[in-house]
């Protein structure tokens, strides 16, 4: 499975930190330069949980369609305000035609629902037996 986590602050760096461990390699998305190459450099996040250690199985990057690229599973973490602009971004870069995509996974309180509406049309999709 490859992973993609879109939003890199407390939220998402700690899915992050919890999927690299338990589940392999994950990409993770944040608008913000300086968290990106603090993960890459010093392997932490210089603003968000900056006493953990980010696992080296966690490839941070703010090109939206590195982090997309191949994921079978993407988990949306970024702030309710900021939803509409990671869209745009989405939408902009072509991202929207999700070819191979398994699951989109809301985490954010306010959409919750649309995930699991998401999630549910991903799983109607796939083969049975699966």
Request: glycine fraction near 8%; charged fraction near 15%.
């Amino acid at each position: 499975m490859s992973v993609a986590i879109i939003g890199g602050g407390s939220w998402g760096t700690a899915l992050a930190i919890h999927v690299a461990r338990s589940a392999g390699p994950v990409r993770l998305w944040a608008r913000e330069t300086e968290v990106v190459e603090g993960i890459r450099a010093r392997r932490r996040s210089p603003w968000y949980l900056a006493d953990i250690n980010v696992p080296a199985a966690v490839e941070a990057t703010t090109d939206m369609g590195e982090a997309l690229h191949a994921a079978t599973l993407v988990i949306v973490v970024v702030p309710s305000e900021f939803v509409a602009a990671t869209l745009k971004l989405w939408q902009q870069g072509n991202f929207l035609n999700f070819n191979g995509l398994t699951r989109l996974v809301s985490a954010l309180w306010a959409y919750i629902a649309l995930g699991y509406l998401i999630l549910l049309a991903a799983r109607r999709r796939e083969p049975s037996g699966n």
